[in-house]
């Protein structure tokens, strides 16, 4: 009998992980065998011992500043003394691309060429196009790419815009450049198949998947770890187990080494199938095969996909295990371990683990004060889950549209709707008004107010929905039956209307002349 096929939500949350894989395997492969730029011929000499790592802790601490605060930092360095040392500035901006800060990355990039004079290697050119892409979007990189003298139009940036159009799902675009690759005689290597083939699993197109592991065969071409785990998870979608194990086969018989993260994408597919004691193998196999350098992210997996097997022994020997081995565990595995115990209803066991995090905490993350608050929640502890809330608050804690979201719900399930409404107000409050209420939860509410006659609610609602930018007609009318219901009446409604833009249809007119608020 075939097992079970995984979930629809469980194969998305799989999927989202392989393709960004696939997406950041593509962008750093470039960097990965970066030469260093020549530095140019009136460089400085070297600066005092560990000037580069100063000078990185100084970028570092740039947070979210907006454009010209790297070059400001690197302006006053070389002020100083510092040496602008080309190897030395290519690898922070592979640390910069590493924790996401583009723009800051570009903009070392850009200084390294427009205020040094430095060369870009082949290779440097497709890390700038890569930050262009994700900074100033496709056209810029475009237009960066036609501009490169035609020697720097080497598989690197080709690859590197290829990576860009899979990104942005522009299948013409990117099937366009790779056969032109092809036509050049550069497209006969593993890395933009399996980027094709990532962009054909974002689009569902899982035929196109096999027909380029097929023209891999024809061209000779030997599959990665990455190709591997992009054709598990095509198979999965279908619930081929039989396939995957097969692909396993031949992966061996080609000598491909597949690294951890094959290991981790073939644990979820069995997890997601029930297969057990297979999961459990390819978990024992993903745990043999971190190396010193992998971090903390294989460990992270392991307990999330223990904790999907329901084996809270070994998600606590895996949590041993990581705080054994690094020095500071960090707020991204606090909370892996407090979602791994949510998983497996272990509301006891995330407070020792939350508690831990209080005692050791360096940069506050809302993330885990809302991952305890939904563990009490889940459990109907709602005493437990407002104390928790209110001890963050006297920290300094503020809440974010998750925190909201989690007592909204709570309390709307509960029938409780003005404790849920203080909800929706506390979303009014958020620096960029980063809450939504969906439709539905709209018009519950609007429902509730109208049927016990809460035309103070309906005003609040309406109030949040203004603030909210999605007042419409339809609050209106629902609020204007409600003061009937009520028998209250309002003389400056529809002036409120015509303020919000709303236009009075016939249904809201007549429902004003009822109030006996008549058009003057």
């Known amino acids: 009998m075939a097992p079970p096929a995984p979930s629809a939500g469980a194969r998305l949350l799989l999927l989202r992980r392989l393709l960004s894989t696939a997406t950041e395997v593509a962008a750093e492969a470039t960097s990965a065998t970066a030469a260093p730029a020549a530095p140019a011929a009136a460089a400085p000499k070297a600066g005092k011992k560990g000037g580069s790592r100063l000078l990185y802790r100084r970028l570092s601490a740039l947070g979210g500043a907006g454009e010209g605060s790297v070059s400001r930092v690197l302006n006053k360095w070389v002020r100083e003394g510092g040496t602008p040392r080309a190897d030395d500035l290519v690898k922070h901006v592979k640390e910069l691309r590493k924790y996401k800060r583009h723009a800051h990355a570009l903009e070392l990039m850009d200084w390294m060429v427009n205020a040094r004079g430095m060369n870009m290697s082949h290779t440097n050119h497709a890390i700038r196009l890569d930050l262009i892409y994700?900074?100033?979007?496709?056209?810029?990189?475009?237009?960066?790419?036609?501009?490169?003298?035609?020697?720097?139009?080497?598989?690197?940036?080709?690859?590197?815009?290829l990576n860009c159009y899979c990104s942005a799902k522009m299948e013409e675009k990117a099937t366009d450049i790779y056969r032109e690759m092809d036509e050049l005689g550069i497209g006969s290597s593993v890395l933009p198949i399996d980027n094709l083939m990532s962009l054909y699993m974002k689009l569902g197109q899982h035929g196109k998947v096999d027909s380029l592991f097929e023209e891999m065969k024809v061209k000779n071409i030997k599959p990665d770890s990455l190709t591997c785990c992009i054709l598990m998870t095509s198979y999965a979608s279908s619930n081929k187990i039989d396939a995957i194990e097969e692909l396993l086969k031949e992966m061996a018989e080609k000598d491909v080494a597949l690294g951890w993260s094959a290991y981790s994408t073939l644990a979820s597919i069995y997890v997601n199938a029930g297969l057990v004691e297979k999961a459990e193998s390819a978990l024992k196999k993903l745990e043999g095969l971190v190396g010193a350098n992998d971090g903390r992210q294989p460990f992270d997996f392991l307990m999330s996909l223990y904790a999907s097997l329901g084996n809270l022994s070994e998600v606590n020997r895996v949590w041993d295990a990581i705080k054994a081995k690094?020095?500071?565990v960090t707020n991204t595995s606090y909370l892996g371990m407090l979602q791994a115990l949510y998983k497996l209803n272990d509301v006891d066991r995330m407070k020792q683990i939350y508690v831990d995090w209080e005692s050791n905490i360096e940069n506050y993350d809302v993330k885990l004060t809302n991952m305890m608050i939904r563990g009490h929640l889940k459990r109907d502890m709602t005493e437990e889950a407002e104390s928790l809330w209110e001890k963050a608050k006297e920290k300094g804690a503020e809440f974010d549209s998750k925190t909201c979201e989690l007592f909204l719900d709570h309390y709307m399930g509960k029938g409780d709707m003005n404790l849920a409404l203080t909800w929706v107000e506390n979303m009014t409050k958020l620096p960029k008004k980063a809450g939504k209420l969906d439709q539905d939860k709209i018009h519950k509410f609007q429902k509730y107010f109208e049927e016990h006659k809460d035309a103070d609610g309906a005003e609040r609602l309406c109030n949040c929905l203004r603030t909210l930018g999605c007042i419409d007609g339809k609050a209106?009318?629902?609020?204007?039956?409600?003061?009937?219901?009520?028998?209250?009446?309002?003389?400056?409604l529809r002036q409120q209307i015509k303020d919000d833009k709303i236009e009075i249809c016939y249904d809201i007119g007549k429902l004003l002349k009822r109030m006996g608020d008549k058009a003057r």
Do not use: C, I, M, Q
């Not at 209106?476 to 400056?492: D, H």
């Open 476 to 492: 209106y009318e629902y609020l204007l039956r409600t003061y009937l219901a009520a028998g209250k009446k309002s003389r400056s």
């Open 326 to 328: 690094f020095s500071k």
């Open 134 to 161: 994700k900074v100033r979007g496709l056209e810029a990189a475009e237009n960066y790419f036609a501009g490169l003298p035609d020697p720097a139009k080497s598989h690197k940036t080709y690859g590197a815009l």
